[in-house]
């Protein structure tokens, strides 16, 4: 079993019981387990038989927080995602320093150079979505405003013309059920940008806990 294996099936019995943010930040601490085992010389086969199988881990993790295992992996379609999101996460590991390389100093610096061209790439559309979100954040609150303010006002012209009673009743319903969709449309982009904008900063951190293994290995060896 590789490392990459390991921190997989271990991410899958975690998702079972922990939320993405903690199961995120426990990987990452095995991830060190594995930077300062390679340091120390051991292989990741070696690293992995001192921690143990990835199940006892999980079950360990979720007994100290009182959450009990319950869901099992079922489908095929389901195993297919699975299947797919390794082979994904197997290509992104190709951005990883590889401390076992014997250049691997030359990666670092690959790396490194990778990670600042990719952030100048997607600064520019990274401002822009924020702008635009922000912006669609102030028109939706300008909007929930003219609901309140026109409120009164809508009540006044129904008392007024009674002609156009329906109408005003439809047209105000239709109104909140519009507003209560563009929120709802909103919140969850917001909640997507937030995710992506995690995952890109857990895969710089990963990047970083490397780099500085790298730097590490190399002082060690002088």
Same mark, same amino acid.
């Given at each position: 079993?590789?490392? *990459?294996?390991?921190?997989? &099936?271990?991410?899958? =019995?975690?998702?079972?019981?922990?939320?993405?943010?903690? +199961?995120?930040?426990?990987?990452?601490?095995?991830?060190? =387990?594995?930077?300062?085992?390679?340091?120390?010389?051991?292989?990741?086969?070696? $690293?992995?038989?001192?921690?143990?199988?990835?199940?006892?881990?999980?079950?360990?993790?979720?007994?100290?927080?009182? &959450?009990?295992?319950? #869901?099992?992996?079922?489908?095929?379609?389901?195993?297919?995602?699975?299947?797919?999101?390794?082979?994904?996460?197997? *290509?992104?590991?190709?951005?990883? +320093?590889?401390?076992?390389?014997?250049?691997?100093?030359?990666?670092?610096?690959?790396?490194?150079?990778?990670?600042?061209?990719?952030?100048?790439?997607?600064?520019?559309?990274?401002?822009?979505?924020?702008?635009?979100?922000?912006?669609?954040?102030?028109?939706?609150?300008?909007?929930?405003?003219?609901?309140? +303010?026109?409120?009164?006002?809508?009540?006044?012209?129904? #008392?007024?013309?009674?002609?156009?009673?329906?109408?005003?009743?439809?047209?105000?319903?239709? =109104?909140?059920?519009?507003?209560?969709?563009?929120?709802?449309?909103? $919140?969850?982009?917001?909640?997507?940008?937030?995710?992506?904008?995690?995952?890109?900063?857990?895969?710089?951190?990963?990047?970083?806990?490397?780099?500085?293994?790298?730097?590490?290995?190399?002082?060690?060896?002088?």
């Amino acid at each position: 079993m590789k490392k *990459e294996d390991f921190l997989e &099936i271990l991410r899958d =019995y975690l998702k079972k019981g922990f939320s993405e943010d903690e +199961v995120r930040d426990i990987l990452r601490d095995y991830e060190e =387990y594995f930077i300062d085992g390679i340091i120390e010389g051991k292989s990741e086969m070696e $690293i992995i038989e001192g921690l143990g199988s990835p199940k006892e881990i999980a079950n360990e993790l979720l007994a100290e927080s009182n &959450i009990k295992n319950e #869901n099992k992996i079922k489908g095929k379609a389901e195993r297919f995602f699975i299947g797919a999101k390794g082979r994904f996460k197997s *290509e992104l590991n190709k951005f990883k +320093v590889n401390l076992n390389d014997i250049n691997h100093v030359k990666s670092r610096k690959k790396i490194k150079l990778l990670q600042i061209l990719i952030t100048i790439i997607l600064a520019p559309f990274i401002l822009g979505i924020l702008v635009s979100t922000i912006g669609a954040g102030i028109v939706l609150i300008g909007s929930l405003i003219a609901l309140v +303010v026109g409120t009164p006002f809508a009540i006044s012209l129904a #008392n007024v013309m009674p002609e156009l009673k329906m109408i005003i009743i439809f047209g105000f319903i239709a =109104y909140i059920g519009f507003e209560i969709l563009i929120w709802q449309l909103f $919140i969850a982009v917001v909640s997507l940008e937030k995710k992506a904008f995690r995952r890109y900063k857990t895969w710089l951190e990963t990047n970083q806990l490397y780099i500085d293994a790298s730097k590490k290995k190399e002082k060690k060896k002088k």
